[in-house]
């Protein structure tokens, strides 16, 4: 049986437990400020990144895991004899599936990495991942786990709360206009990730503590036909009692085995801005 490798772009958020427990390789997207580009998570982070978009009134670009860092991470496991798989964030939203493929093609390796566009981001990465990771431990191929993952991508329940429609606007997801006006009323989007894409669904209003207690109550109908292995709470720096509340509540439905709160990466925090949550799991 062939030894296999996990390898993630840095949008999948997973934390560093889970990381360090399922040997995980974290490949890091790009973040450009004041023409610098910087690796997510490494030589920066959600904090550096909003002083420095509230201070240039504006987000910071982002872009796909680099080609080089990539040919050093596959390369790395050619030379051991291993079989990858490699998880990227939604083709609609990054190149970087495109970049793994180029860089096993150009190593004559594409037959050992199994890139697996994902259609998701953040958590919505990392349940399909953790879900790998069981599927290694059972004995399966790399590519049997790949055709497993991929069949089940689109059971991903992948949605979140923005706090400020700032963000959104600055990066080019939604008008300045609509920006303002959302602001000033306090509307609060529910962002719902499907098919690779990411849409607005509901619209709540009011304090951002009280619209994500609401949001996740909304969500209690879905949670009744959840796969109960793995829950996420992830967000970029909403408040510890808020994050606590939600927790609760998750955990007096008495439903998930594992509730995981996991802090949102670089790129995914330079889009959505602070305060913004999301609780992500796999239906049945």
Request: charged share 25%; with cysteine; proline share 2%.
């Amino acid at each position: 049986m062939n030894k296999i490798k996990i390898i993630t772009d840095s949008s999948s958020d997973l934390s560093p437990e889970q990381i360090k427990e399922n040997n995980i390789d974290i490949d890091p997207l790009c973040i450009i400020m004041d023409d610098k580009t910087y690796l997510d998570g490494i030589d920066t982070n959600s904090t550096e990144i909003f002083k420095w978009a509230d201070a240039n009134k504006t987000t910071p670009k982002t872009a796909a895991i680099t080609y080089d860092k990539t040919k050093e991470l596959i390369e790395k496991y050619k030379n051991e004899e291993t079989d990858i798989l490699f998880f990227c964030i939604s083709e609609d939203m990054s190149t970087g599936a495109n970049v793994a493929r180029m860089v096993a093609e150009d190593l004559d390796y594409s037959g050992h990495v199994h890139v697996i566009n994902s259609m998701n981001l953040s958590t919505g990465i990392g349940l399909q991942i953790l879900y790998a990771a069981r599927l290694i431990k059972e004995g399966k191929s790399a590519g049997e786990i790949a055709d497993i993952v991929n069949a089940r991508r689109n059971k991903v329940r992948a949605s979140f709360v923005v706090d400020t429609l700032t963000y959104l606007s600055r990066g080019g997801r939604c008008s300045t206009a609509t920006a303002l006006l959302g602001n000033t009323l306090k509307l609060k989007p529910e962002i719902v990730v499907e098919n690779g894409k990411m849409h607005v669904a509901k619209k709540y209003r009011g304090s951002q503590d009280k619209v994500i207690l609401k949001y996740v109550n909304d969500l209690k109908p879905m949670f009744k036909n959840a796969d109960t292995t793995q829950v996420f709470i992830t967000h970029s720096h909403a408040s510890e009692d808020i994050v606590k509340k939600v927790k609760q509540f998750l955990e007096e439905l008495n439903i998930f085995e594992n509730i995981t709160e996991t802090k949102a990466s670089g790129v995914i925090s330079s889009h959505c801005g602070p305060g913004t949550l999301g609780v992500l799991f796999y239906e049945k």
